[in-house]
């Protein structure tokens, strides 16, 4: 019983520390905010509270909202 009990709270600190708030509260990323814009474009806005609390809460979360592009605005066409 101890043992699974230290699995489940291991699982759920890794799934916490792994996530990022604007991968997580962000909502869908679209493919917009996935591609990179070309030359010439203008550059992509980011959600500069999702970047503050990563920042505060957990920095490799920006890491990881860069690398899936939900820190970037949506562009609605």
């Given at each position: 019983?101890?043992?699974?009990?230290?699995?489940?709270?291991?699982?759920?600190?890794?799934?916490?520390l792994?996530?990022?708030?604007?991968?997580?509260?962000?909502?869908?990323?679209?493919?917009?905010?996935?591609?990179?814009?070309?030359?010439g474009?203008?550059?992509?806005?980011?959600?500069?509270?999702?970047?503050?609390?990563?920042?505060?809460?957990?920095?490799?979360?920006?890491?990881?909202?860069?690398?899936?592009?939900?820190?970037?605005?949506?562009?609605?066409?």
């Open positions: 019983m101890k043992k699974s009990l230290s699995v489940v709270i291991l699982s759920i600190s890794i799934s916490f792994f996530s990022s708030c604007a991968t997580v509260f962000g909502g869908r990323v679209s493919d917009l905010q996935r591609t990179k814009p070309k030359q474009e203008p550059a992509r806005a980011i959600r500069g509270g999702a970047l503050v609390s990563d920042i505060l809460l957990f920095w490799p979360g920006a890491i990881v909202d860069f690398a899936t592009g939900a820190i970037y605005k949506p562009i609605i066409k």
